[in-house]
């Protein structure tokens, strides 16, 4: 069974830090890859970031320069580190998995949907 679980979500000021885990089991994680992806409150899910099997790294235009995707074979994990937040990254982030990471489907410019995802974890940025 395909599981990811985020963790590491919570309440930070603004500009503050916040490193999210998501850990993956269930599929051989070095043929995947994951990307990560929030959703606020009355908005659509959007796409944040994601890395390839390969080890590109795509962002999204609003997170570059901010936020940094790494991953931990050994462990099964991709990370999340968020810099300089802003209350407009207040969101639930999910971490995805799939084949495909393309910074098409990262900005929004190809619709594209995930194959497996976790439950999410709230980040909340206060101002």
């Known amino acids: 069974e395909v599981q990811l679980v985020e963790s590491g979500g919570g309440l930070v000021q603004a500009g503050g830090s916040r490193k999210l885990s998501c850990v993956a089991s269930g599929f051989t994680f070095d043929e995947y890859a994951i990307g990560w992806f929030r959703q606020a409150p009355g908005k659509e899910r959007e796409g944040v970031s994601c890395i390839s099997s390969e080890g590109s790294t795509y962002y999204r235009d609003s997170v570059k320069g901010r936020f940094t995707i790494s991953s931990d074979s050994a462990k099964n994990t991709v990370y999340l580190q968020m810099n300089s937040l802003k209350p407009e990254d207040t969101a639930v982030y999910y971490c995805?998995?799939?084949?495909?990471?393309?910074?098409?489907?990262?900005?929004?410019?190809?619709?594209?949907?995930?194959?497996?995802w976790g439950q999410g974890t709230q980040v909340t940025v206060s101002s």
């Open positions: 995805a998995a799939d084949l495909v990471c393309s910074p098409l489907i990262i900005s929004g410019k190809v619709p594209y949907e995930y194959d497996y």
